[in-house]
């Protein structure tokens, strides 16, 4: 007769499914910070889960961690190239980190894919004052406008970039139009307050212009919307099983070490490497030029020839000799981006009056400083850029 065996007690294991569905209840009880932790405990399962990644982007970023979310937002677009609400994250991330010329090509990139999201031009403006290009920043929140045009984190962000630019009475009265909207939040009421506080002392909305204001940061990807009353009543009053229930007890705990694919770095952010793929054939002529029409960043070298050559016939006629640039722009991502540019010009006068002619033509378009580097690689390589028919 065999001994009598004791109770046998087996590890409950929780299904990374399970953990996502515990992370979004905390989600929409506006405790995000042990949300993240429970993404966090999702994602050791599945590392390359796109669900997962952009939930813990998501919750990094409203709490905060702009620099891990960054950093997750990346190993999303290595999962998921195309991601647009990744694209979309990473660059609110990298506006916030100082990074606004890299999402505004992530923006670019994103925009080619769905022209239609409001969101993406509102964040493109932010980008663009962020570089203290309000003209450019304001083209942007327009054409988001003309898609919907009661949009309040566009005309909050319009508003703003009014009186940034030295429009104060036209910004004011738009943010005031805005934060007197019936669904006007927190954000814009706050704006409102900096608005007028920016217009009233000249020397703090100089101030301001080099380094826009945090209300626009913040309204670049709004956060989820709280869940109503009775959503919540629901979600409190959710059963959560036994292993939930253990689960939940080590969330609250402090969080799990990370795995070294998104354990973020205490350094600096690498400066994204830049590499002309398709140079042009007379770039040897503006030796001293430090100033290009940037037209777009694409998701390959050949959308951007293809783009070119819709640009090429409209080229003014002083300027119809002129070939593109086109730049491979990666920051350890694995999703590379295709800036489209013109040649380095002799100067921003220069630019700005290419720019000009083409936008009455159609063409969008903004004058960028030149790259480091990048008149170099113009000078050394002179054959003509490829032509893809």
Request: net charge positive; hydrophobic share 40%.
């Amino acid at each position: 007769m065999s001994p009598a065996r004791g109770p046998v007690h087996s590890a409950i294991t929780v299904a990374p499914q399970q953990i996502v569905r515990v992370g979004d209840r905390l989600r929409d009880n506006g405790d995000t910070a042990t949300a993240a932790t429970a993404y966090r405990a999702a994602l050791l399962q599945e590392p390359r889960n796109p669900i997962v990644l952009l939930r813990l982007g998501d919750s990094l970023r409203q709490i905060g961690e702009y620099r891990e979310a960054a950093s997750i937002y990346d190993a999303l677009l290595r999962v998921e190239p195309r991601n647009i609400d990744g694209m979309r994250g990473l660059a609110s991330a990298l506006i916030v980190l100082n990074d606004a010329a890299r999402a505004r090509d992530i923006l670019q990139a994103a925009l080619a894919l769905n022209d239609q999201d409001t969101r993406l031009y509102s964040a493109l403006g932010v980008a663009h004052d962020r570089l203290g290009e309000h003209e450019h920043a304001q083209a942007y929140y327009r054409a988001g406008l003309r898609i919907r045009p009661g949009d309040l984190t566009l005309r909050g962000n319009f508003a703003l970039s009014l009186i940034l630019a030295g429009r104060g009475q036209e910004g004011l009265q738009l943010m005031r139009q805005v934060a007197g909207e019936p669904a006007a939040t927190e954000i814009n009421r706050q704006s409102l307050a900096l608005a007028e506080t920016l217009v009233a002392d000249r020397d703090a909305m100089k101030a301001a212009a080099a380094s826009p204001p945090m209300p626009a940061m913040a309204a670049v990807i709004p956060s989820p919307p709280p869940p109503s009353a009775d959503q919540a009543a629901t979600t409190t009053g959710a059963t959560i099983n036994a292993a939930t229930s253990g689960l939940l007890f080590q969330l609250k705990q402090p969080p799990l070490r990370r795995s070294v694919e998104t354990q973020p770095s205490s350094a600096q952010p690498d400066a994204p490497k830049v590499t002309a793929i398709a140079p042009a054939a007379n770039g040897a002529r503006n030796v001293d030029a430090r100033f290009q029409v940037q037209f777009g960043a694409l998701d390959s070298e050949a959308n951007a020839q293809r783009h070119w050559q819709s640009i090429a016939g409209r080229l003014p006629a002083d300027f119809a000799t002129y070939a593109p640039g086109i730049y491979r722009v990666e920051a350890g991502t694995g999703a590379a981006i295709f800036r489209l540019r013109t040649e380095p010009l002799p100067s921003r006068a220069d630019a700005e009056r290419l720019c000009a002619a083409l936008k009455e033509r159609n063409v969008n378009c903004f004058v960028v400083r030149a790259d480091p580097g990048s008149q170099a690689a113009l000078t050394r390589q002179r054959e003509p850029a490829a032509n893809i028919g």
